[in-house]
């Protein structure tokens, strides 16, 4: 069974383009993170993609987070890759990229079938299945993840909007609603009764008993 939210993430050991960890625990710290894999280097939509995350260094770090890529392939090929990667996005890689030839990372995190290889003259098509987003919350536990076909390019815009409404959630009795930014109005968690609720977040809309709409704390 694959990873569910809540669970806490295996303290994985991994060698990267920027060197061996032996704790993803300890790397994460005290900070959020972001795992998000890939079938194979140099191809088309995960260089996009790679350029993508690279170009939000500034986002992810205003928001605590780390982020982290893994690719089925050698830590040499990562860092020739590195290099198209960088001529895309015209901007610096600064996270690591795990190397999984093997496929040990992915099938610990249940990225694909337990069953897959990768054969000689392989292609993306072998591991089309690792294409996963995980975010990752302080305490080392899921938060969130996202699994999509190797024909859809992600949208990192929604990954950074999903984390800001998982850390505008995290330990505090609220929820988003439907295509929230940061700003807009939260939801107030059914836990609290109207009198808690008033409490807690002055005066709220309750648009039904059960939606309350409330400013966002954050």
Known sequence: ??????????????????GNIPSFHDWIGDHWAILFSHP?????VCTTEFGAVAQLA????????KVIGLSVDSVEEHEKWIGDIEKV???NVT????ADEDLEISKQL?????????????TAADSASVRVVFIIAPNKKLQLSMTYPMSVGRNFAEVLRALDALQATYGTPIATPANWTMGQDVIVALSLDDAAAKQQFGDFDAVLPYLRKAKSPV
């Not at 194979?40 to 088309?44: G, N, Q």
């Not at 500034?58 to 987070?65: G, I, P, S, V, Y």
């Not at 249940?110 to 392989?122: H, K, N, S, T």
């Open 89 to 91: 996005a015209e901007t």
């Open 58 to 65: 500034d986002e992810w770090a205003k928001r605590n987070t």
């Open 1 to 18: 069974m694959g990873l569910r939210i809540n669970d806490t993430v295996p303290d994985l050991k991994l060698r990267t383009s920027q």
């Open 95 to 98: 996270f690591p990229i795990i």
């Open 110 to 122: 249940d990225m694909l079938p337990a069953d897959a290889y990768l054969p000689d003259g392989r």
């Open 40 to 44: 194979k280097d140099f191809t088309p």
